[in-house]
């Protein structure tokens, strides 16, 4: 059994960095896809982005391109999300995700098999 433990999430400014990590207790499966989504007060869940662990590839959402990346660690079993220049909206709790999805169905939550419980990532002045 896979379990997710994201961390790292806290109050930034805006413009800051700041690198989330999510552990799997039990590791990755080699052919997993790892996901972030990332849900905003009032708002739904939303997909951020994914690294494969098969090749490494990575895909982002249009809105968070160019300023986060995803990557993986396989002796820690641990994917990361590096997030620079922050902005005000990226205010929301950030869920890690675990699964082999299809590559065209990597921002549907359904296609994921674990999930973690979410770290808080607060983005004020």
């Known amino acids: 059994q896979v379990q997710l433990v994201e961390t790292g999430g806290r109050l930034v400014q805006p413009g800051d960095s700041l690198t989330l990590s999510c552990v799997a207790t039990g590791g990755f499966g080699r052919d997993f896809k790892v996901s972030w989504f990332r849900q905003a007060p009032g708002k739904d869940r939303e997909y951020v982005g994914t690294f494969s662990w098969v090749d490494r590839r990575t895909w982002y959402a249009d809105s968070v391109k160019g300023r986060f990346t995803a990557s993986g660690d396989n002796a820690k079993n641990t994917v990361y999300l590096q997030m620079n220049s922050l902005k005000p909206e990226a205010t929301a709790v950030y869920y890690c995700?675990?699964?082999?999805?299809?590559?065209?169905?990597?921002?549907?939550?359904?296609?994921?098999?674990?999930w973690g419980q979410g770290t808080q990532v607060t983005v004020s002045s």
């Open positions: 995700a675990a699964g082999r999805p299809i590559l065209s169905a990597r921002r549907k939550e359904a296609m994921y098999y674990y």
